[in-house]
């Protein structure tokens, strides 16, 4: 069982989005960690040290004493499994499965058409202009948050954050994803259930803690 006492070392990178779902999740569970960058934008995810560390070169990577694990969804299960309390997850098994389809429209349906090494390709090896880029990354930011918008807006008894009064593995994987589409200048005025969700979850230490402007490359 993991403890406060385990020495964890997370390879991530400050405007990463699913960086930014460890260090909130890591925040909530009340785990300290070594912050340790891995600059995407200046190709250190690519370096051979890196790629010793996760073949995949993608962040982040969580070293828990001498294991290494990859894959936010998987560290953050992980996490979950090994800290249940405060729980990221309901116990109702109908519940856990809902929570986890929201963080998967994330993480597998929206995410991955967005991620760097995606819009690098477009303007790298298919030469598409800035322009065509930034349409495509809004058309999909579109397609997948206006679902989750629907889901949010049409709840019978809506509360401060996604699934509940506490914050839990939905929010975790939202707040990275709105600060991401603000950042790209998004316009995000047709989702006021999430942008509500996004304001209880800022106000939220863990979420302070976490936010890419609080890291040390920022």
């Not at 600059?39 to 370096?47: D, I, V």
């Not at 049409?154 to 990275?176: I, K, M, Q, W, Y």
Request: proline share 8%; aromatic share 8%; charged share 20%.
């Amino acid at each position: 069982m993991m403890n406060a006492a385990n020495s964890l070392k997370l390879y991530n990178h400050f405007r990463s989005s699913a960086s930014y779902r460890v260090r909130i999740a890591l925040n909530l569970k009340g785990f300290p960690y070594e912050y340790i960058s891995i600059h995407l934008l200046q190709g250190e995810q690519r370096a051979p040290d890196f790629a010793m560390l996760n073949p995949e070169k993608l962040v982040p990577v969580l070293q828990v004493e001498s294991d290494l694990l990859t894959q936010s969804l998987a560290i953050i299960e992980y996490l979950e499994e090994v800290a249940p309390t405060p729980p990221l997850l309901p116990a109702d098994p109908i519940a856990r499965a809902r929570v986890r389809a929201f963080a998967l429209a994330i993480a597998c349906d929206l995410h991955p058409l967005n991620n760097l090494r995606v819009l690098q390709y477009l303007t790298g090896e298919m030469g598409l202009a800035s322009e065509v880029k930034d349409e495509w990354y809004r058309h999909w930011i579109s397609e997948g948050l206006a679902p989750l918008e629907q889901m949010m807006a049409t709840r019978s008894h809506p509360e401060r954050f996604c699934f509940g009064n506490e914050p839990g593995l939905a929010d975790v994987f939202l707040v990275p994803q709105l600060s991401n589409a603000r950042r790209t200048q998004c316009d995000l005025e047709a989702y006021p259930a999430l942008l509500q969700i996004e304001a209880h979850c800022l106000a939220h230490d863990a979420f302070k803690r976490a936010a890419p402007e609080n890291q040390p490359p920022a």
